[in-house]
Structures are given as structure tokens and as C-alpha cells.
């Protein structure tokens, strides 16, 4: 398992990870060794010593009818008595797209549309709900595409990468319809800002955006979460709405084992936990990750301790 989006429906913890498999794909800068064909839901009610079920495969690349390949993270959402899951995959052009797909119960299975989201492109979806709003936050570099893109859309080129002291590119979040399936507005950049008020710079590997986006609320405040990719460190910045700018706050956590690290943050009877992936268990390869989750704490005023990875 990898990328993990938790959810509390019904009362239990829905875990909603990648599925890392060994395809024999060669490992390379894009990615392709992330050669994932389908996702499991898994469940528990208890987060750190509960029995943890598989509810098996509920949603596999042969059965979307848009799928290319490599399907990537997800996440999921509940609204009006139906549940959401909301992907990352390649189309027939090898170009990534976000997908949505629905079913009756947060088990699955999950019926997928017929198409990908409109406007929609990169990777990494994360839906956040506020007062009856739906947002969803997505991008990643590299592999993951979003330098292929301004202004929602498609470069001529290919692809640009500022210079180093130039702003780093920046994840999107868009509202989502009120049938969840589709944006309701155009994507908005998400703009994190440094100590001055200026925009994270591109050169700035540790604190930048690189993939991994995930959205939580603490005590009224926005908290912006992601992954530095390359620098391999989960950060976080904070803001009040939903939208941003949201200023840069600090680490939650180092390094892990293995390449990068892919993490959510979720409440579950009374106490915060950080869920996030690493390669302990395979010796090390970055294809082959496991779950793991540790508890989330806060200091008074309103940042996260941070949690040593152990890479």
C-alpha cells in the first residue's frame, strides 16, 4: 500500500491507498516503475492496535473505459447517501487525468465514468469538505506532469521549469459540482509563501511544492500539507480558507526509506494521526511501499511537532 487517504465513514477508518504490485517496469524519473492497475479499500476501528480487513479490489483499470495506464493515488468523499472515489491515471495518450466514480457503500465497488473530469490533468487528488463545500486540491511534478501545464492549459513545449528564484510551481484546487463529479470553476493556483509573504521560489527544494497535497482544518485554521518529492520531506503551511495563500509553518516529518514520501492527517476519536507510506518492509524499493500511521500532536500554538521518518 501507498499514497494513503483516510476517511471516517460509519464510524470506522476507510483506508484508501495506492496498490504498489512488481510489474517488472524499469525504474526511471518518470515514474513508470508505479505501474499500479487497481485499488483495495481496507477498514478498522481502531487506528493503532485494531484488526484491519481488506474489502478487496474496487475499481481496476480494465473496467475504466478512458484508462491508459499507472493509477495512481486517490481519495474519497461522502455526500447525499453516496460515496466518491476520485483517481489519478493515464489516458490511451499517456497523459494523466483525475477520474471519478461512485458507489453505495464506502467499500465499493465503485462505478466509474465514462470519462475523466473535465479540465482536469496531473495527479494526486485530495477533497476537502467545508460548511457543505467540496474542494479538490491535485498536482505533482515531474512524473507527475503539472510543468506540462499554465493557465489549465496544455504547453506547446512540453514543459517549463522556473528558475530557481523565480516561484515554484504550485498545486490547484478547484471547487467541485454539486454532484461531485465534475470542477465547478476553473483551477486556482495554490500560492505558498515563505517567511516574508513572498512565494516559495522554485530553488527552495525544501520547502516547495513537489506532489502530495492534502487539506485538514485545526482550530479554524487551513492546513496545507505536501510532499517536497526530491527532498523527501513532508511539510506544511497554514491559511484562513480554504483557498489560500497559506504561509509556510514548518515539517511534519523527515525522510523516510525509500524515495519520497505520500501521507494524509486524520481525526479518529479524539486524537490526530498522520498516516504515510515507506519502504522498510521490501529492503528499499521505491515500488514496493507499505502503510504505516503514528499520532499527529500540536503545540499550543497550533503547530505540529514534527516526527522523525527514520530514513
Same mark, same amino acid.
Given at each position: ?84 472515489? *476520485? =483517481? ?5 495518450? #499517456?497523459?494523466?487525468? $483525475?477520474?471519478? +466514480?461512485?458507489? @453505495? !457503500? %464506502?467499500? &465499493? /465497488? ?111 485554521? *487551513? =492546513? ?5 518529492? #526530491?527532498?523527501?520531506? $513532508?511539510?506544511? +503551511?497554514?491559511? @484562513? !480558507? %480554504?483557498? &489560500? /495563500? ?66
Amino acid at each position: 500500500m501507498a499514497d494513503p487517504a483516510v476517511h471516517v465513514f460509519k464510524g470506522k477508518l476507510y483506508i484508501y491507498p495506492s496498490h504498489d504490485w512488481e510489474s517488472g517496469v524499469s525504474e526511471n524519473d518518470s515514474g513508470d516503475h508505479f505501474n499500479m492497475k487497481d485499488y483495495h479499500v481496507f477498514s478498522t476501528d481502531d487506528a493503532e492496535n485494531g484488526e484491519v480487513t481488506d474489502h478487496g479490489v474496487i475499481l481496476d483499470v480494465k473496467d475504466i473505459p478512458w484508462a491508459g495506464r499507472q493509477l495512481w493515488d486517490s481519495d474519497a468523499a461522502y455526500k447525499n447517501g453516496k460515496y466518491f472515489l *476520485y =483517481y489519478s491515471l493515464k489516458d490511451k495518450n #499517456d497523459v494523466f487525468r $483525475l477520474g471519478a +466514480a461512485c458507489a @453505495d !457503500n %464506502p467499500e &465499493g /465497488p465503485f462505478i466509474p465514468q465514462s470519462d475523466p473530469i473535465r479540465g482536469s490533468y496531473s495527479i494526486d487528488p485530495c477533497v476537502f469538505e467545508d460548511d457543505g463545500r467540496y474542494y479538490i486540491y491535485f498536482g505533482g511534478l515531474w512524473g507527475g506532469q503539472l510543468q506540462r501545464y499554465r493557465d489549465n492549459k496544455a504547453l506547446e513545449n512540453g514543459a517549463f521549469y522556473p528558475a530557481k528564484d523565480e516561484p515554484a510551481i504550485c498545486p490547484r484546487v478547484a471547487r467541485l459540482s454539486g454532484d461531485m463529479l465534475q470542477f465547478a470553476e476553473e483551477p486556482r493556483a495554490v500560492l505558498l509563501l515563505d517567511e516574508d509573504g513572498k512565494p516559495i521560489a522554485a530553488g527552495d527544494t525544501k520547502r516547495r511544492f513537489f506532489e502530495a497535497s492534502w487539506m485538514h482544518k485545526y482550530r479554524g485554521k *487551513y =492546513y496545507f500539507s505536501y510532499s517536497t518529492g #526530491d527532498t523527501h520531506l $513532508l511539510c506544511y +503551511a497554514t491559511g @484562513d !480558507n %480554504p483557498y &489560500g /495563500p497559506f504561509a509556510y509553518r514548518g515539517v511534519i516529518m523527515t525522510p523516510v526509506v525509500g524515495w519520497t514520501t505520500h501521507h494524509c492527517i486524520t481525526e479518529y476519536k479524539g486524537k490526530w494521526y498522520l498516516f504515510h507510506h515507506d519502504c522498510v518492509p521490501s529492503g528499499g524499493k521505491t515500488w514496493l511501499r507499505s502503510l504505516k500511521v503514528t499520532e499527529l500532536k500540536y503545540n499550543s500554538d497550533g503547530t505540529i511537532q514534527k516526527i522523525e521518518g527514520g530514513g
